[in-house]
Structure formats: structure tokens, C-alpha cells
């Protein structure tokens, strides 16, 4: 990854993907995915400076650079979120941070979901410069301990990360202690060692894997809806009551400190009325979001399995992009059908 890369140098990236183990640097730039990070640092879009991609037509451009703005029309941007349907990205020039001169974490588990939604709503609200804030449901807790072994309280817990000077992180871990404490938060621990961050952020890090092992080979449908953070309590109390009309419990996590959240439905692949109820049952989240004017991908992408949410939600900016697309593309040979199909 880019921050393996640049930690040797003193420097991190600071969008981080959590796929990054898996996926490349063009694919992050296409997708303009993100991790847990991204509350703080912003998406891959305002860390890209520059980039090399090769048009349909074959031929190479340059767009930016290594400087923060460039002239005329915002042509390098246009390259990001596209997911390949406009050219294939071949150099990536990111903006870099150097590391944090203190890093502390916590964890916190809570008594109901609410308290969870509610602490992190608090906290943005406060204007703690919160790193990272992930949430993680009772039920993906208890596959997390079963998984790896670990002894988390099986409650709805908050995961967060704090960076700045030694006196501000022990700062940031105490006021969001005192919010979360509260809202019916419990066993509040945080820790500034690197490998005490790093053991108390396991959990979050094996949590999707650790869930498919709950339901021996089924396969996972995972919703990647985005709600302003003022909603954000509303948004998963409702899902989450919803949800519960599914033939198996839902697990639950998110970088929700953005107002991020996903659903992992395990499906039998055998049994195709579950994928068409866990296909309904995200169509109405994706509704619920849009009506709280939130958005229908937070950082998965459009594909083509969001195109009608995506003309839902944006209307006829939809037939702009569509045009962006025939100007770039005439043929359609990049990703055709997917995004703004012609």
C-alpha cells in the first residue's frame, strides 16, 4: 500500500482504503474509496494531485500535478469516481502527511445502538478532531470474539483514533469519554503505545471476515449508504428495526463517523429468495437515506447495480455525466454499462 510505502520516510496516506491489502493505487482513484481515515483527512479525491491515463483513443495525458490547484476546468478531478469509464489511470501523483506526532485509540461499548449514534453525533458537533470512529453491532461483536478470539463485551461498540500532540490526544480520549459515558457507554479504554492501538483496533479490522464465519458458507451482499451526520442516529435505528424481517441477524459496520455505515446480509447462495429479499431490504435503505438527503454509495461506487439510485438521487446531472462520458468515449469501450450507460 501507500502508506506502507511512505512509513519508512516518515509519511502516511491518508485515505487509507481498507482494502488496501488487496486492491491498487488506480483502482482507489477510480472507486475515490476511502477508509476509516477519511473523517478527518477527506476522500481520495482531495489527495490526489495529479495523473497519467491513457484515453480510449490511445493517447497519454497528464492532468496536474504536484501542486494544490490547477488552471481552467477541473479535468484531473474528473478522472476521480469515474471507475474506469473515461480512460484507464497508469500514474498517480497523492499528497502525503507526515506522521502524527502522538496517536492514541479507544474502544467503548454502549448499551444500545443509540448511544452509539448519538456519542458519535455529539462528538462531531463538538469539533473533536476525531482521526478515525468505527461502529460495530452486538452481533458482529460476538463473531469478532469467536473469530479471533478476543474478549470484547458483546455490545454495539465505537472504535476511535486520535492524532495531534501528546497533550491533544489524551485530551480528545477524555472529552469523548465524558460524551460517550453520557449515552450509556461502558468500559471505556484507550491506549497511546503502538501496540496497545493496534490490539485494541484488532476487532475492527477482522470484522467482515469474522461475520461470514457465523453462517458456514453463505456469500455476503454488503450496502454502502451515507447519511448526513445529523440523520445518522435516525437512519440506523431504522434500518436496523427493519432489518430484522431478514431470515438471519444482520451484522452491522461503518465508518461512521462520516455518516457511514453498512449491512452485511449473508446469503445461502442456494436460496435465491434471500438475495431477492436482501436486495429489497437495501433498495428501501437506500431509499430511507436519499430521503434524508443523504447519498446512495458512500465510497463503494455506482457500477451497475446504483445506476437507478444514482439517477434517484442526482437527476439530470445524470445526463451531464452521460455526455462527459460520449465526449471522452464515443466508442464506449471503457466499462461498458457501467456508471452512465450509453
Known amino acids: ?18 482494502s488496501q491489502q488487496v486492491c491498487s493505487v488506480g483502482g482507489n482513484v477510480a472507486e475515490n474509496s476511502g477508509g476509516a481515515h477519511c473523517l478527518k483527512y477527506g476522500f481520495t479525491t482531495t489527495h490526489v494531485l495529479g495523473r497519467e491515463a ?34 484507464i489511470i497508469t500514474e498517480v501523483t497523492v499528497k502525503l502527511y507526515p ?14 445502538i443509540d448511544g452509539c449514534t448519538r456519542t458519535v453525533i455529539q462528538t462531531i458537533q463538538a469539533g473533536v478532531p476525531v482521526a478515525r470512529c468505527e461502529i460495530v453491532c452486538e452481533r458482529s461483536i460476538d463473531a469478532i470474539n469467536k473469530y479471533k478470539k478476543t474478549n470484547y463485551r458483546v455490545a454495539p461498540t465505537l472504535f476511535f483514533e486520535f492524532h495531534g500532540t ?61 447519511v448526513p451526520i445529523s440523520r445518522l442516529a435516525e437512519c440506523v435505528h431504522e434500518t ?20 457511514n ?47 437507478g439510485s444514482m439517477q434517484e438521487e442526482l437527476g439530470e446531472a445524470v445526463d451531464l455525466m452521460r455526455d462527459i462520458k460520449r465526449l471522452f468515449d464515443p466508442e464506449n469501450l471503457m466499462n461498458p454499462g457501467k456508471v452512465v450507460p450509453l
Open 54 to 87: 491513457v484515453l480510449p483513443d490511445g493517447e497519454l495525458v497528464r492532468l496536474g500535478g504536484r501542486t494544490l490547484d490547477t488552471p481552467g476546468y477541473d479535468l484531473p478531478g474528473i478522472f476521480v469516481g469515474a471507475e474506469g469509464t473515461l480512460g
Open 261 to 307: 455505515f453498512h449491512l452485511i446480509f449473508l446469503i445461502d447462495p442456494q436460496k435465491p429468495e434471500e438475495l431477492e429479499l436482501a436486495k429489497t431490504l437495501n433498495k428501501r435503505l437506500v431509499r430511507r437515506a436519499l430521503s434524508m438527503e443523504g447519498t446512495c454509495t458512500g465510497e463503494h461506487g455506482v457500477g451497475m447495480g446504483k445506476q
Open 1 to 18: 500500500s501507500v502508506s506502507t510505502a511512505a512509513r519508512p520516510f516518515g509519511y502516511f496516506y491518508a485515505p487509507d482504503p481498507s
Open 166 to 226: 501528546q497533550a491533544s490526544v489524551i485530551e480528545q480520549a477524555e472529552t469523548v469519554q465524558e460524551i460517550a459515558r453520557e449515552n450509556g457507554g461502558m468500559d471505556f479504554q484507550w491506549a497511546t503505545k503502538p501496540e496497545e492501538r493496534n490490539l485494541l483496533w484488532e476487532g475492527r479490522h477482522h470484522a467482515y471476515f469474522a461475520c461470514l464465519q457465523t453462517r458456514p458458507g453463505a456469500r455476503a451482499l454488503s450496502t454502502d449508504v451515507c
Open 240 to 259: 436496523m428495526e427493519d432489518v430484522k424481517s431478514y431470515v438471519v441477524p444482520v451484522p452491522m459496520v461503518g465508518h461512521v463517523g462520516d455518516g
Open 99 to 112: 506522521v502524527q506526532e502522538a496517536m492514541s485509540a479507544a474502544v467503548c461499548a454502549f448499551d444500545s
